[in-house]
């Protein structure tokens, strides 16, 4: 089961405050983010607030694509105070009009191909997750990163696998059969082959069918284990996979991480 859509907007508005707690508390917004090192922190601050501007007006816009809300809108600001104060209003523009949507109402995406529908709700739920990962960031940029919540994260495998991994697009190697275990008891199955990526969630551990033998006929090609959020933060290639107990064909996490389906 998903978040409910009021906390999912409660949620997006505790990550957003979190990371603006961490940019208030950095030495210098030039300092570089060493999980996007292409980004300075004020990059980042900026890549939120304009964000989370555009899917405002995507959601306001429904299921025709919307014009960029950074043309003509308020630049990021280089002063500080300014910027917190433009990054919160980036924050409320975007809850406002998942708000006024609700979660039911048809909205462009750019996940028309995978398992996630195309609604404003689907869109809170992957804004939610957008500012977790960079609120970790943030976190990690000022010297204090902290554990993803475990409601969020929880949602998060799920969200990434259902929204930014699953396709069409065919994978472009062996079929194979990968499982994802969070130490907090819930496990996803991603297949892929020709007819690209698919995910399902798996029941609870020791409910696999087994053989005779005692082996299970439907054995994952491989799988890694971990918290929820580490497991998160490995499918945004924010920590190795090699930092989590994996088994099996380890090639795939690489092949995995290295796949762009639109290519």
């Known amino acids: 089961m998903t978040l409910e859509f009021p906390v999912l907007l409660r949620l997006i508005e505790e990550r957003s405050?979190?990371?603006?707690?961490?940019?208030?508390?950095?030495?210098?917004?030039?300092?570089?983010?060493?999980?996007c090192p292409e980004w300075t922190l004020f990059d980042l601050a900026q890549h939120i607030g304009e964000g989370r501007r555009d899917w405002a007006a995507t959601v306001a816009a429904g299921p025709a694509p919307a014009k960029s809300a950074a043309e003509g809108a308020p630049a990021a600001p280089r002063e500080r105070e300014a910027l917190l104060a433009w990054l919160a209003e980036s924050t409320e523009q975007l809850?406002?009009?998942?708000?006024?949507?609700?979660?039911?109402?048809?909205?462009?995406?750019w996940w028309g191909t995978s398992q996630s529908p195309q609604t404003s709700g689907a869109v809170a739920r992957h804004q939610?997750?957008?500012?977790?990962?960079?609120?970790y960031d943030a976190q990690i940029t000022v010297g204090a990163p902290q554990p993803l919540p475990a409601e969020v994260a929880l949602?998060?495998?799920?969200?990434?696998?259902?929204?930014?991994?699953?396709?069409?697009?065919?994978?472009?190697?062996?079929p194979a059969v990968v499982d994802f275990h969070a130490s907090e008891g819930r496990s996803w199955r991603l297949s892929l082959s020709a007819d690209g990526a698919r995910t399902v969630r798996l029941p609870g551990p020791g409910t696999m069918p087994a053989t005779a033998d005692g082996q299970d006929p439907d054995a994952a090609s491989a799988s890694a284990q971990g918290t929820a959020g580490e497991l998160v933060l490995i499918l945004?290639?924010?920590?190795?996979?090699?930092?989590?107990?994996?088994?099996?064909?380890?090639?795939?996490?690489?092949?995995?991480?290295?796949w762009d389906p639109d290519e």
Request: with cysteine.
């Open 17 to 35: 405050a979190a990371f603006r707690a961490a940019v208030a508390s950095a030495p210098s917004l030039d300092v570089q983010v060493p999980t």
């Open 95 to 109: 809850v406002d009009a998942l708000r006024k949507a609700g979660p039911d109402r048809g909205c462009w995406t």
């Open 155 to 174: 949602d998060g495998v799920d969200e990434f696998l259902s929204t930014c991994v699953a396709t069409t697009s065919a994978w472009p190697h062996k």
């Open 128 to 135: 939610l997750q957008q500012m977790a990962v960079h609120t």
């Open 236 to 258: 945004y290639d924010r920590i190795p996979f090699n930092s989590l107990e994996l088994d099996g064909d380890r090639r795939l996490f690489e092949q995995l991480s290295a």
